[in-house]
């Protein structure tokens, strides 16, 4: 493999990792405040829907952005008021709002579009183009460091780079705001956090309402950024290795931040290489579209050392009178 393949496997690995992190991070914030949400597969699911479907009818991404989010937004507020004010079983809910998505979005596409569960392919405005950042172009051509800067820097769709911004904008405000000590204490000890005067329910809540605009962006870069329309179950479970990755990360963001790029490796070679040759042996074709789902599966099993959750996690609030 010679260095411009190289540049282009982590640019593809750049580019498939982004709605893994975001995904990943949404969960991050609404697992650090006690509500498990396996629900982030559908909430992405709905918010590609939505966002490529507004985009294919008013030929504006920015206008499909917005419709992604509060769809995802709303499938969150569902998931809080079913977790929080009901204390329901969260697992349970979350897997609801995955089957809601998963049909819902087949048949008001079909409804909409007639093709078969699709939208029509996205064009121009209606996604979100690659930026080329100042003096790509003029630096291409500079040994390693062209390439470095013009091929895996320059040349990402907008919400690429949110989405890496959002992981130091995580950190600071789980670690160095009010609000993110509140929120981390809500998800270890919320009769604490009670006594104390904050209310476990708006933090709950603000936590369960952030989740829900990260999946919403997550949602939309999937169809207006790595692809340019909707197709059926076009997330193909990166909500759950999203769920993985946040465990292998052991809900830190940072750590976040190299799981998904590691899930995202994997990604980037089913989509660049369909056969790996190994000393003369070559993987079968399978094999290799596997790969992100094994690591998932070796995660998910405990191979990765001891992930402890936050304490409360799971457990409905109650407020003790």
């Known amino acids: 493999m010679d260095f411009i393949t190289f540049i282009q496997l982590l640019d593809s690995t750049v580019r498939s990792a982004t709605p893994l992190l975001l995904a990943c991070l949404a969960g991050l914030f609404s697992e650090r ?62 897997v609801a709002i995955n089957f ?11 409804h909409l579009f007639s093709q078969g569960g699709r939208t029509p392919t996205l064009e121009g405005n209606a996604r979100f183009e690659p930026i080329t950042l100042p ?53 270890e000890a919320p009769e604490a956090v009670d006594t104390a005067g904050v209310s476990v329910v708006r933090m709950r809540f603000a936590a369960v309402l952030i989740c829900g605009v990260l999946c919403g962006i997550a949602g939309a870069y999937l169809a207006m950024g790595l692809q340019a329309s909707f197709t059926k179950e076009m997330t193909a479970n990166r909500g759950y290795i999203a769920l993985a990755a946040l465990i292998f990360a052991k809900w830190r963001p940072w750590y976040a931040l190299g799981a998904c790029l590691l899930f995202g490796f994997l990604f980037a070679i089913e989509t660049r290489f369909q056969n790996i040759d190994i000393a003369g042996f070559i993987l079968p074709v399978q094999f290799v579209q596997a790969l992100p789902y094994i690591l998932t599966v070796v995660v998910l099993a405990g191979f990765v050392g001891k992930a402890i959750p936050p304490r409360a996690g799971g457990q409905p609030y109650v407020k003790e009178r």
Do not use: C
């Not at 966002?51 to 769809?71: D, E, Y």
């Open 33 to 94: 405040a006690g509500i498990f949400d396996i629900g982030l597969e559908g909430k992405m699911l709905a918010a590609a829907f939505f966002s490529a479907a507004i985009a294919a009818l008013t030929g504006s991404a920015l206008m499909g952005l917005g419709a992604g989010i509060l769809a995802a937004l709303s499938l969150s507020l569902i998931h809080g008021v079913a977790s929080i004010n009901f204390r329901g079983n969260q697992l349970i809910s979350g």
């Open 100 to 110: 809601l998505a998963s049909g819902m979005t087949v048949l008001v596409a079909q």
């Open 135 to 187: 003096f790509a172009d003029a630096l291409a051509d500079v040994p390693y460091l062209g390439p470095i800067y013009s091929e895996l820097i320059s040349g990402h769709a907008i919400l690429v780079y949110v989405a890496m911004l959002t992981v130091p904008l995580t950190w600071w405000v789980l670690y160095r705001t009010r609000f993110g000590l509140r929120l981390r204490a809500v998800g």
